[in-house]
């Protein structure tokens, strides 16, 4: 006995099938459910119920404003934290970075003020290089050229314009390297003698420094000496 | 019985915690509430309501819709306290003795109020259908819930609503044709059907 939605619809409502009495039982314990259980009135306890009520709605604003605020205060303490940690990264690192320049010799911070011109950083090489290999070839101890005239004046800072005059560097011989260093101490001696020349050491860059062959004495023949 | 129009407004001031907007909702809809856990047989109904309550002001920030949808709602949170307080019933001890005092008043007392006797009546054949089909027959003969609104409340598919609507009605009609074909007769049918009293020889 199979069963449709309009014939549930009309058991619902009450209407008995006529073909089965059956149904029209059904109908009636149907229509006795709804009497068996009569709406009851909460008047008796509503009281307590709706004080509980208004206990548990202040209880549910109060946790939800409770979790913006926290949220609030979660994400600035989050952005604090993210804030002082790159800061004291970033001075460990520039800590780090300073010391470790200082141990290669290099002035960070002079590097940074004042960046060097960068046509100068060749020449006093050239010119020590084509000083040293012109005196070793020809011995021509007649050091008065015109090219030394400008460094030779007292507090005079040497500019890149006076030095190119020398030309480029000869070539040299692997087998030159003592005779090098023999001539450049006796061109210092001897410019020590005659004209102090510390102006190429103020050079602007570090590395220039380490350049100290003036290029203006010829060391006089081995058979002199110093004394000589 | 229904709020009707000014439904959205009762809705928002209950969401602000308008106590007079809960004392509306609650006049509202506590009676057929308690009406449908006293007919599901709660232990304590009263208290199952108050806990539906409390239930539906924690939730009330989640929920979306008209009067319908709040009242199938309502229904629903009372269906999951329902079960829950089934639950904690099953955990408890039973009180065997109580449960022969009950049969022995059943059997040899005969009840002083008829309204109480069609009461008891209908709870008994009640008790014959599974809880999915007695939810079923009394939200939909109840409470006039419709099948989408009953499928929402007992958390199953339509199919299924009108699947369990039709077994419940079927069980009830062989529940009553076998109290029927009793000779003796069941007095507590015979008392909630008149057509089944052997006078009619159904």
Known sequence: MGLDESEVSRLLRGDVPNDDPVWGEVSSFLDSVGSAYPAVPTSAFEGRHLAAIAHETRLVHSELRRPRQGAVKRLFTGSHRVLAGSVGAFLIALTAGVGVASALGINPLGQLLSPPPAASSVVPQATSAKADSSSAANGDNSDESGTVAPEAVPGSVPTPTTL???????????????????????????????????????APTPHKTKTPAPPKKTPAPPGKGKNG | MAIGTRFPEVLAAARRGADGAWA???????????????????ADPEDCLG???????????RFEGGEDAFRAWVFAISRARLVDSWRRSERRPKNSSGGLEEAERHHHQPAADGAMMQRESVARLLESLTPDQRSVLLLRVLHQFSIQETASIIGKGEGAVKLLHHRAIRRLRRSLLAASDDEEGEPWVAGLVPSLSPTDGA
């Open chain 1, 164 to 202: 190119p005059t020398l030309g480029p560097t000869a070539t040299k011989t692997p087998g030159s390297v003592g005779d090098e260093h023999k001539n450049s101490r006796a061109t210092e001696k001897a410019n020590n003698a005659a004209t102090p020349t510390p102006h190429i050491t103020k």
């Open chain 2, 24 to 42: 509306e909702l609650f006049r509202d809809l506590g009676p057929g509430v308690l009406r449908f856990l006293k007919a599901q047989g709660a």
């Open chain 2, 51 to 61: 806990d539906c309550f409390l239930e539906v002001v924690r939730n009330l920030h």
